[in-house]
């Protein structure tokens, strides 16, 4: 098993920054790879970034690119979602995941989710 653990969402005005972090914890390279998905109002889950255990391969998603950063620190084991030029549209529920890889991360094919932290974007 493995828990998950996110913070750092909050209340931003359109064109701000917030730094999302998930601290992993229990048997952590069952599932090394970690990313972020988010879930606005009545929509689906949507995939945001992922990363491996290496860090070596990074996923996007459209909407995102450019302007979110994700990174990870093994030591802490931590991963961290850096979210600059905030947009209303971002405004959702960021969900930690860990996964076999990026590929199956960015597919949805997710083996642990975390409870998720509430970010909202004023206009």
């Known amino acids: 098993q493995v828990q998950l653990v996110e913070s750092g969402g909050g209340l931003v005005q359109a064109g701000g920054s917030l730094r999302l972090s998930c601290v992993a914890s229990g048997r952590i390279y069952s599932s090394p790879t970690m990313g972020w998905f988010r879930q606005a109002p009545g929509k689906e889950r949507d995939f945001v970034a992922t990363i491996t255990l290496s860090g070596t391969t990074i996923y996007y998603a459209d909407s995102v690119k450019g302007r979110f950063t994700i990174s990870r620190d093994n030591a802490k084991n931590t991963v961290y979602l850096q979210m600059n030029s905030l947009k209303p549209e971002d405004t959702a529920v960021y969900y930690c995941?860990?996964?076999?890889?990026?590929?199956?991360?960015?597919?949805?094919?997710?083996?642990?989710w975390g409870k998720g932290t509430l970010v909202t974007v004023s206009s």
């Open positions: 995941a860990t996964a076999q890889g990026a590929t199956a991360l960015r597919s949805g094919g997710v083996d642990y």
